[in-house]
């Protein structure tokens, strides 16, 4: 809809929580990333993330479980910060299902030790995610743009940032 120029955007704060887009699980990724990325500029509302905690059982991919628990320790709850990364670390990508985040099970494996990684976060279990790229790298012939996305940033991850980066693009 097309504003007047005397009508002012009005913003719900509940909107996200009845956005018909994303129902169900995939609304708890598109939330549980938007956390993150408020995290990182320390404007995540605590209050939001630890209700997302409380929801994490309708979490579809461990993904989405590493990006809470990073805004969370973000923010400063550690112990919940600590129960969702440990969740998300265990939890396979439910399949099988279009979640609305064009993902894959490569994808999330990747983003999730690249995310840790950055973090400087240590968990058990976070060495398997490897394991799991892996697999999944044998099972594939062609991999989309966010998993050739993922698998740069879980090579620069796990290569520990040894000298500068180089390319050749010809």
Do not use: C
């Amino acid at each position: 809809p097309t504003l007047k120029p005397d009508e002012k955007l009005k913003w719900d704060p509940e909107a996200v929580w009845r956005d018909r887009r994303y129902g169900g699980s995939g609304r708890f990724g598109v939330l549980a990333y938007g956390g993150y990325v408020l995290a990182r500029e320390s404007k995540a509302p605590l209050a939001t993330l630890r209700q997302l905690h409380d929801s994490r059982a309708l979490a579809y991919s461990g993904l989405s479980l590493v990006q809470l628990g990073l805004a969370l320790k973000l923010m400063g709850d550690d112990p919940r910060a600590n129960v969702a990364i440990a969740e998300g670390v265990k939890k396979p990508r439910s399949d099988g299902y279009w979640w609305g985040d064009y993902g894959s099970t490569l994808r999330d494996a990747a983003l999730s030790y690249a995310l840790l990684d950055r973090a400087k976060v240590e968990v058990e279990g976070k060495e398997n995610l490897i394991a799991t790229v892996s697999a999944e790298l044998e099972s594939h012939k062609y991999y989309s743009t966010q998993e050739k996305m993922a698998l740069f940033l879980v090579g620069r991850a796990v290569a520990g940032g040894s000298g500068p980066w180089v390319a050749d693009l010809t």
